[in-house]
């Protein structure tokens, strides 16, 4: 239902990313309060999936190791994926035969 909702909302717009189209349906200062408010939501599930991971790794596997040396480590192996082409990506992790 919420699609076909959005696609009736944004059906002569041309503009293709989210902070735009908002922008256009709703006007310039509500469409950039909507695109704020679901930036900080993306954030915020962002840390407490990050936190919950790090800290079932943390009390299963490494127990002894410290929290913020596994958020360093999982930090830099999600910046890798984001930087890095699918291309890459699947290269690394194909099993060695």
Request: proline share 2%; hydrophobic share 50%; glycine share 8%.
């Amino acid at each position: 239902m919420g699609s076909s909702y959005s696609g009736c909302l944004g059906r002569g717009i041309r503009i293709k990313t989210f902070s735009n189209t908002s922008r256009a349906v709703l006007a310039k200062w509500i469409g950039g309060a909507v695109t704020a408010i679901y930036a900080l939501y993306f954030f915020y599930s962002a840390c407490v999936v990050t936190l919950i991971y790090l800290d079932i790794l943390n009390r299963w596997v490494t127990l002894r190791t410290p929290w913020w040396v596994l958020l360093l480590l999982f930090l830099i192996a999600s910046g890798y994926a984001a930087m890095s082409s699918l291309r890459v990506l699947t290269y690394i992790s194909q099993p060695k035969s």
